[in-house]
């Protein structure tokens, strides 16, 4: 909004007017005053007043609020000159606020006419008057009056109606009007001269008789004294100076109109007898001239300025009164309560009636408010609104603030506006399980409320059932070991101070039934009387409990129990045990339950008597009796008895019974033996304790036999002497004697020999024959009998003959489910004595127990055994007999199945080649139908040039198929394969034809997998590479074409088995076309084609060619290149241009696609050379430059040898103003500015340009033009040293002129300056 000057009231009036005074800018004078003037206008007459435009304002109100104004125009009227018959349209802009109505009035009083229309554009925000065929009528001034209840404003201009002479003879043709015209009174005589004044002489006589004036001649003579008299007169006053009266601390305007013939007439200004200094006044007095309409103003006006204030023009003195009114201090602003919303900013204003220099005193609870971190005092620049901001306003700033200045007092109070409790954090349903934890928690936007809980609309807030927390926005309740019944909606209702309104946010506590399941439970127990003891169940949830339950009866008193609970643990703990706790203990839970029995348990003992008895002396019995021993013992529950002999278990059986009874057991040995002797061993157990008796029992009985081998001292053709040692066991008994006895070796009667006492263990016997083989036995006798003989190998008597040496392994055959043929080969050596026979013996395998198989000697080597066992396993060994003895054992046979025997299997069948490769065949086959079932498969193999088969694999293949591997590629294999089983090998089966060791047959396939494209572009001098994969068995062979002939240039052709690849290393623009990779097996043939475009920078244009058509422009031409037609990746030409002045090219035009182009914008009388490049995606070619600068022709001069005829204009002399100044500009680096301005002046001004300031009118840097009232300052390729302040001053005698712009130089990536001075230009009208 346009700020306005102070505004002075009026005395003479009822509502308050002055004339604001306006910026040259904004509104221009264009003629001097309201005289009224005659001027010529090609012969034609002209109907108005002199060409005029003022402005005033009327302010009504004394006070104007903030953000409100006086009405005002935005954009002035013009005046307008028109010939009779054409249209006129006025357009004004008017603003204020409030929103302004507009009228249009003349200042002549007539109303408008019929063809004038008024209406408002919508779109340009424009009031508009609109007059339709133009009459003489018409001509006037028009005043656009705009108005609010603030003020109105007022803009006056010409309308002026030249006569239209092709429209006269028209007039007088026409007929009059016989309808009587309305009566008109008659101008008075002052009017009629201020209608004259402004007329051509030979219209008087006219425009008297239409506005019915009959006085002809002395208006005439009247208005020739006017004229003499204005120009007699150096001044004329055309409105006196008026007293006026204003307030203090306001601002008062004195305003007189005067036509002065000098306009360097010197004026002075008088308050009193004293002149006013305006230039030391420090702006207390300020003299302003718009137009004729000369101004004193007075700021700040007090008691002081009042008095007669005087204007001296020349010989003329005007007078008028300022009379000061000193209104006593009020305040202007209405207190009412103030209510701002916590946590927010109140602002209190107080605005006085004048300034004062007592303090004003703020005031809360009685304090006063000091300026600090809370409170903010501030005084507006007119030093009458004081301001009181309090910062954070809380609930403890609630209260009435006072304002105390002077005698004034005032109070408001100030109430503070909660804000609403917000819930960041809900509170949230929660489930849990019985004797759980529960939480509910939220959080609020605030910490200063008031909580209360309720559970289903309940109050519990108090309860001690719950634990609430509260800490900083968070609040939360807990419920330990919830129950049941603690399901509900619970609720949290916040409250605040000076808040009546409450903020609630709920959830539901859902609580589940807790069941527990038992983790370790209760085992039965024995304890001995006395003793303590523990049942423990333990369960999965230490929050559930249980009860214990004695035979179904729930404990509740049971002398020496304790029940107790650990967690998850639940015990029932004795103190000491009795019969009284014996019985089925149970523990009982939700969902859980465990039993156990407990029994009281004494270890076991035996009668300490009895020990003694069987410790004292051993037990002696006879063998063949029967001992019976019997120990007493007592314990609960019973033990477990046991019996040992020599720390062995005694096991029951037909000789050994063990009998108990409550308190006893018994050993009973029936028909004792010598080796039932030994330590006997009574052990009771219980869980309770062990108890153990021992003791000894002999048994009497014929001693053992001699020990060991008997050692031979002598044998000899007359004696034979042996050598033995005691029996290990004399039976309890003390040996008395030994008996020898003896028989021939082959017979079965013994004979004793004789005999030697206990104390010699060797014997001789001298009855022997020499060469008899004998056989001895030697017995041990003590009381109860004779021992069990100890029998001696046979010996000869005299040369030995040595045992028949080891057969072969024996071999069998013939092999059935119940007999088998074995064989074998007689020892190679037969000790010295032809063998006599053999010994077959058999076993079962895995058996240690030979049997033998023939009852007598067996002097063939094969022998057929009978009585096998089907489906058995048997091992066979054989041992040669001679006249010596047995030889040693044979080699155990190999296991041999006693089964029927298996048939060999048949012939494979379907056998062929399931995949191939070039390493491995892989085959498969069906097993025979006929025959055994096989065991396994030999496959065999045999190259085509071999004869010999080989095996496939070392052990026969057990499934119906295999891959051979290891082959060699291409080669041809045959392939035969045979059943096999322990029945043998079947026939074998041969493929008809042989296999190539290679893949299966595939024609040729691209694999691609988007890694070429059909389309390639490279550019020059880079690798050229296409590589493609592909699949074909056998191998393809591979061609390149390029534009489908075979390549055969500077290419690299790499080949594989499934790829190829085609490369150039360094590649060329000839090398672009169409390149095809064709594939071709036995099976088939495929090829790809790929679209390679070969890019390099593009060659330059040719013949550059420059012509001046039009002034100030150039149009170049040059020659194609070659490279813009083959290019389809944009190329294009760039235009540049180079003033002679500096070394840097600039920009004129990019993407120019056709061969000609004319530059513009070019300055006359420089000197350019220009450039032209091709420019493609890759770079831009060489440049194309103009050889030769081409000057530019400057304007055209006028023929200074034509004869015109002189016109004499009438001397009018005029101070150089500014009609339009100079703008701002905005202007983009490398670009030229052009700055332009119009003036007037006469006698024509000197103009000098200034940059800052320094003075650039006589640089060659600039181009600068002064002609038909426009200065023109060019700036060519702006660089940034360029931007700053220029400044026009113009200058004749009868005064200077100054005019300044700003230039901003800005890049092109300077988006956020470019941006800023874009939302400038729109806003200012700054030009870019």
């Known amino acids: 909004m346009r700020q306005m000057s102070e505004m002075q009231m009026s005395s003479s009036s009822t509502s308050s007017t002055l004339t604001s005074s306006m910026s040259s800018t904004k509104l221009r004078k264009v003629s001097q005053g309201l005289s009224r003037t005659m001027e010529e206008h090609s012969g034609s007459q002209r109907k108005t007043s002199a060409a005029m435009e003022s402005f005033s304002q009327v302010q009504k109100s004394t006070q104007i609020p903030e953000g409100e104004s006086v009405p005002d125009f935005d954009e002035k009227l013009r005046p307008i000159t028109a010939q009779e018959g054409d249209n ?173 013939k000098d306009p360097n007439t010197k004026m002075h200004w008088f308050l009193g007898a004293e002149l006013l200094r305006i230039q030391y006044s420090h702006g207390k007095y300020e003299v302003k001239q718009m137009g004729t309409k000369h101004m004193l103003c007075i700021s700040s006006v007090s008691l002081s300025d009042m008095g007669t204030y005087t204007l001296q023009v020349a010989d003329k003195k005007l007078s008028a009164r300022l009379n000061v009114i000193d209104e006593p201090l009020k305040f202007l602003s209405e207190f009412k309560p103030k209510k701002v919303t916590e946590r927010q900013s109140a602002v209190f204003e107080v605005r006085l009636s004048k300034k004062t220099d007592a303090p004003l005193i703020w005031k809360v609870k009685g304090k006063e408010v000091k300026r600090d971190e809370k409170f903010d005092v501030s005084l507006s620049q007119d030093g009458l609104t004081y301001t009181l901001k309090i910062k954070d ?118 609580v589940d039934e807790r069941f527990a399941s038992v983790k370790s439970g209760m085992s039965d127990a024995q304890c001995p009387t006395g003793s303590p003891a523990e049942l423990c169940v333990v369960l999965d949830d230490e929050k559930v409990d249980g009860v214990w339950l004695k035979d179904g009866v729930e404990i509740s008193k049971l002398s020496g129990v304790q029940v107790v609970k650990q967690g998850a643990v639940h015990k029932l703990i004795f103190s000491g045990v009795t019969d009284a706790h014996e019985g089925k203990y149970t523990f009982r839970a939700k969902g859980a339950e465990s039993e156990a029995v407990l029994t009281v348990a004494d270890p076991p003992e035996i009668d300490s008597s009895v020990l003694d008895l069987f410790g004292a002396q051993p037990l002696t019995v006879k063998a063949g009796q029967t001992a019976t021993i019997k120990i007493p013992f007592q314990g609960k529950p019973p033990p477990k008895v046991t019996w040992y002999k020599d720390g062995v278990e005694v096991m029951e059986d037909e000789r050994t019974k063990v009998e108990r009874t409550g308190d006893s057991t018994s050993l009973v040995l029936s028909r004792c033996v010598r080796e039932d002797s030994g330590a006997i061993m009574l052990r009771l157990k219980s869980e309770c304790g062990t108890a153990v008796a021992n003791l000894h029992l002999n048994v009497i009985d014929h001693p053992k036999p001699p020990q060991g081998k008997v050692e031979f001292l002598e044998l000899s053709g007359k004696c034979i002497k042996m050598k033995w040692k005691a029996p290990r066991d004399n039976g309890g008994k003390q040996v008395k004697s030994f008996v020898i006895e003896r028989r021939v070796a082959g017979k079965k009667s013994w004979t004793r020999v004789g005999d030697v006492d206990s104390c010699t263990t060797t014997f001789s016997d001298d009855k022997v024959e020499e060469g008899q083989a004998y056989q001895y036995r030697i017995r041990a006798v003590n009381a109860e009998g004779m021992s069990d003989p100890l029998e001696t190998e046979e010996v000869r008597a005299g040369e030995p003959v040595e045992p028949p040496g080891t057969t072969s392994q024996p071999q069998v055959s013939n092999i059935t489910k119940n007999t088998m043929t074995v064989s074998w080969t007689p020892p190679a050596h037969d000790g010295g004595a032809p063998v006599l026979g053999y010994i077959l013996e058999r076993r079962k395998k895995g058996s240690n127990m030979w049997l033998q198989v023939n009852r007598e000697l067996h002097t063939d080597t094969k022998f057929m055994v009978e009585g096998l066992l089907d489906g058995m396993e048997y091992e066979f060994r054989v041992t040669s007999v001679n006249r010596a003895g047995t030889g040693s054992p044979s080699t155990i046979s190999n296991a041999v199945l006693a089964k029927d025997p298996i048939r060999a299997p048949a012939l494979v069948r379907n056998l062929c080649v399931s995949d191939s490769t070039n390493s491995s065949i892989s085959l498969r086959w069906t097993p025979p139908e006929q025959g055994d079932e096989p065991s396994g498969y030999i496959l065999e193999v045999r190259p085509e040039d071999a004869k010999e088969w080989m095996k496939a694999t070392k052990i026969p293949i057990t499934g119906t198929a295999f891959n051979v591997g290891g082959l060699q590629e291409r080669m041809k294999y045959h392939f035969r394969i045979r059943a096999v089983n322990e029945g043998g090998l079947g026939e074998p089966i041969e493929l008809q034809e042989g296999v190539l060791a290679m893949p299966p047959p595939v024609p040729p396939r691209f694999d691609l997998q988007g890694k070429l494209k059909n389309q390639m572009v490279v550019r020059a001098g880079m690798a050229l590479c296409l590589h493609l994969s592909f699949t074909a068995s056998p191998p393809p062979v591979v061609t390149w074409f390029k534009d489908g002939i075979i390549t055969t240039g500077r290419e690299v052709i790499t080949k594989n088995k499934n790829h190829s690849q085609f490369l150039i290393s360094t590649s060329q623009r000839s090398d672009s076309g169409i390149y095809r990779v064709h594939l071709k097996n036995d099976y088939g043939e495929a090829h790809y084609d790929v679209s390679v475009t070969v890019t390099d920078f593009p060659r330059p244009p040719k013949n550059l060619r420059l012509e001046e058509e039009v002034p100030g422009t150039v149009t170049l031409q040059w020659d194609h290149t070659p490279d813009l037609a083959d290019d389809n990746e944009g190329a294009h030409y760039v235009i540049l241009k180079r003033d002679t002045s500096t070394a840097s090219w600039f920009t004129v035009a990019e993407c120019v696609f056709s061969s000609k182009y004319t530059v513009t914008g070019l300055l006359p009388g420089r000197k350019y050379y220009f450039r032209v490049i091709a420019q493609n995606s890759i770079g831009d070619s060489d440049p194309l430059d103009s050889k030769e600068p081409l000057i530019i022709a400057k304007e055209k001069e006028f023929i200074s040898s034509l004869q015109l005829k002189e016109h004499a204009s009438p001397s009018r002399q005029v101070k150089p103003t500014f009609l339009l100044p100079l703008k701002d500009h905005a202007v983009r680096r490398g670009h030229d500015c052009s700055m332009s301005c119009a003036y007037q002046g006469m006698p024509t001004p000197q103009a000098c340009w200034y940059k800052d300031e320094s003075k650039i009118s006589d640089s060659t840097r600039f181009w600068q033009s002064t002609a038909n009232g426009v200065c023109t300052l060019v700036i060519p390729t702006c660089g940034v040293k360029d931007g700053g302040k220029y400044t026009l001053v113009l200058e004749n005698p009868l005064g200077k002129a100054k005019c300044s712009c700003n230039l901003v130089i800005f890049d092109k990536d300077d988006k956020s300056l470019l941006e800023n001075l874009t939302n400038q230009a729109n806003k200012e009208k700054l030009i870019l």
């Open 88 to 260: 006129a349209v006025f357009k004004a802009k008017a603003i204020g606020n409030p929103e302004p109505s507009v009228k249009w009035e003349r200042a002549s009083g007539c109303p408008l006419s019929d063809t004038t229309k008024s209406f408002y554009d919508n779109i340009n925000h424009q009031h508009i008057l609109k007059i339709k065929n133009l009459s003489l009528e018409d001509a006037d001034v028009y005043k656009c009056i705009a108005s609010n209840k603030h003020g109105e404003a007022i803009y006056s201009v010409t309308l002026t109606v030249t006569e239209n002479p092709a429209l006269d003879f028209k007039k007088m043709l026409k007929k009059r009007s016989v309808e009587k015209r309305e009566e008109k009174r008659p101008p008075t005589e002052e009017e009629m001269l201020k209608i004259l004044a402004g007329a051509d002489k030979k219209d008087y006589e006219r425009i008297c008789a239409e506005h019915g004036f009959t006085d002809f001649r002395g208006i005439l003579r009247k208005l020739k004294e006017m004229k003499k008299k204005v120009e007699v007169e150096m001044v004329r006053v055309l409105k006196p100076l008026e007293d006026i009266t204003a307030k203090t601390d306001t601002n008062a305007i004195f305003d007189t109109i005067l036509e002065l």
């Open 393 to 510: 306003v809380k609930v403890s700033d609630t209260g009435d603030y006072t304002i105390s200045i002077g005698d004034l007092i005032a109070t408001v109070p100030l109430f503070i506006e909660r804000i609403p409790i917000k819930f960041s954090s809900h509170l949230k349903n929660v489930r849990v399980q019985e004797r759980g934890k529960a939480r509910l928690e939220c959080e609020m936007s605030s910490r200063d409320v008031h909580i209360r809980w309720l559970k289903d609309g309940c109050d519990i807030t108090a309860s001690r059932r719950y634990i609430f927390m509260r800490e900083g926005k968070r609040a939360e309740v807990i419920i330990e070991d919830c129950e049941l019944t603690d399901e509900g909606k619970y609720s949290i209702i916040c409250t605040q101070d000076n808040d009546e309104h409450q903020y609630v946010s709920s959830a539901n506590l859902t």
